[in-house]
């Protein structure tokens, strides 16, 4: 077993693991037609084409001899530090249960490493319960977690995160609102930005009074959210970015 680069040769592999491995994972708890539809939204012909061929990502391949059996899937976001998000990691159901994740994994870090990334962060459904240890199993520590609409049904998604060059999370950074309040930041609860990420925000230190967000485009508190968690720095624009399930809210 070999691990790569993908690359727009590989499209029509990678779209056959990710519907395997999206229906073992989740098939018991996700209807079939929402999958399919994730499948379309994610890993058309032109969407894994923009993947592949961005700069920022890092979409890494595991192959054998009867082809690609696995893929890790992930983007560099920079702002106030560099998250590399882990967006998808898929096994072949045949083929799990032999580190092949594992290695996806430890090359997925290593390049993101490389890039300059100071935190992994990856998500996953509590419905996905080997998804759920896999994370423990490596290393990664829970940031948090989301309710998450799939097909008028409520999922909860957990949040993991690993630092790279450190297991302890840094200790929370503060920042002054327009009106003089003291605001604590958590760099370690993230939601995907156009521009940079945006951070949860606290009143106090054992962030437990929510806020708001913090923009990592321009370090501004001046962020707004509507009823659809819709979020916009309106100081630079910076947005949230649609990831993961959020794409089959369909």
């Known amino acids: 077993m070999d691990i790569r680069d993908a690359t727009i040769e590989d499209i029509e ?3 056959d693991v990710a519907r395997e491995s999206l229906a073992a994972s989740y098939g018991h708890a996700i209807d ?3 999958i399919d539809a994730a499948i379309e939204e994610w890993y058309s012909k032109d969407a894994l084409t923009e993947t592949l061929t961005t700069d920022d990502a890092v979409f890494v391949l595991a192959v054998d001899d009867g082809g690609p059996i696995g893929f890790a899937q992930s983007e560099l976001i920079t702002g106030r530090e560099a998250i590399g998000y882990i967006d998808w990691l898929h096994v072949g159901p045949d083929h799990r ?3 092949i994740g594992s290695q996806l994994l430890s090359r997925l870090r290593q390049a993101l490493m490389n890039a300059g ?3 992994l962060e990856g998500r996953v459904l509590t419905e996905n319960e080997t998804g759920l240890g896999f994370y423990n199993d490596q290393g990664f520590s829970v940031a948090g977690k989301r309710t998450v609409t799939i097909r008028d049904e409520t999922f909860t998604e957990r949040v993991y995160s690993l630092f ?5 999370e840094p200790a929370a950074n503060k920042q002054q609102t327009e009106a003089g ?3 604590y930041i958590a760099y370690d609860e993230t939601v995907r930005g156009s521009e940079a990420p945006f951070f949860a925000a606290y009143l106090d230190e054992d962030h437990e009074d929510r806020y708001g967000w913090f923009c990592g485009a321009d370090e501004s508190l001046d962020v707004a959210m509507d009823t659809m968690e819709r979020i916009e720095c309106t100081a630079c624009g910076n947005q949230r970015r649609p ?3 959020d794409a089959a809210y369909l």
Not at 164 to 168: F, Q
Request: proline share 0%.
């Open 117 to 119: 990334a100071d935190r």
């Open 181 to 183: 309040e003291t605001v």
């Open 164 to 168: 790279v060059d450190s297991t302890e």
């Open 13 to 15: 592999e990678i779209r």
């Open 243 to 245: 990831v993961r399930w």
């Open 32 to 34: 079939d037609k929402v």
């Open 97 to 99: 249960g032999v580190g």
